[in-house]
């Protein structure tokens, strides 16, 4: 069946990911100045709610894409990874921010270096803080994603990143 | 300045106070440890000092001062770095204190005076710990509790001291000079 599958099912996948797309339920999960512009995103002058995404979950059960949003310490990591194992699948992840991309301007103690070195990564946005502008492309990029992951059966795998970095 | 605040401690606590200083109202003293609780209870209770609020309490690791130039964050935007040598400053800073590796630094400030004293006490690294002033100020608990995390500085008769800002499994005091800046511990996910 998944090997050859019929014009109505591809249709049906379709018509499901296109649905899936526009009611994108997100989990913020925000920690740190980049939540400003994540209010700006998500507020009247830039308007989350015309991509289908305006209705924040604020439990990771009923949320299927994670934004984290800000910097994570390695205090918050073991949290952000329990909130991400309690989201039910399928589910996304988008890094929000060079902090959560890559550790930003951040080299010290406490800062974890990337997101993406304890949990999978969808779209990465970054910037400092990136602008509403970048973070509706990011999510019009998670769309697609989404979109993509219903009517190909396949997900993306993620870009692993190397075990240790040669700074 | 007559009747200063470093001078009603000198007065009282003659033996106490190794050194002080003014920096345009703004008065220091430097004491000896074992005399810290007795002074600060003082500072509470004396009537005419009446420092009610402990406004900061923080420590400073002077193990690398002065080994190298201090960076002039300011320079290049015309922020003075050094305060003006027009103005005289007629009671200078002394320097960090002799052979001690951390000053504990406590700020206080009296709601009903309007005035405020800065404690230095100098913390040698053999021994680093000093009495807690939480039974005076309740809001020293956490404050002490993030020297201790940081700095390694230990507080005896502090009701609860335990890592505040960072996890129980971490190694180390992070704002020791000697902690490599670049050294990471996560808790999860690998070393990066």
Known sequence: ?167 | MTNSLIDMVTDRFPAAVSTSHAYRGDETVVLRPEFLLEIARFLKEDPALQMNLLVDLTAVDYSTFGKSPAPAFFASSGVAVRPSPLIPDEDPWPGPPAKARFAVVYHFYSTDHKHRLRLVVPVEESKAELDSVTPLWSGADWLEREVWDMYGIRFSGHPNLKRILMYEEFEGYPLRKDYPVDKRQPLIGPVN
């Open chain 1, 1 to 167: 069946m998944a090997n050859n599958p019929s014009f109505l099912t591809t249709r049906l996948d379709e018509a499901i990911g296109w649905a899936q797309k526009y009611s994108i339920f997100q989990y913020p999960f925000v920690t740190a100045c980049c939540g400003m512009e994540y209010m700006a995103t998500a507020c009247s002058h830039y308007d989350v709610d015309r991509f289908g995404a305006g209705l924040p979950r604020f439990s990771p059960r009923q949320a299927d894409v994670m934004f984290v949003v800000g910097t994570i310490s390695h205090k918050m990591a073991p949290v952000m990874n329990r909130i991400y194992e309690q989201m039910a699948d399928p589910k996304w992840v988008v890094a929000f921010g060079v902090c959560t991309c890559t550790g930003g301007f951040y080299d010290n103690y406490a800062t974890v270096m990337g997101i993406d070195t304890i949990i999978p990564v969808d779209v990465y946005i970054p910037g400092c803080p990136p602008r509403p502008e970048m973070v509706l492309d990011g999510l019009m990029k998670l769309q697609d994603k989404i979109q993509d992951h219903r009517a190909s059966g396949r997900r993306a795998e993620p870009e692993s990143r190397p075990e240790v970095f040669e700074v």
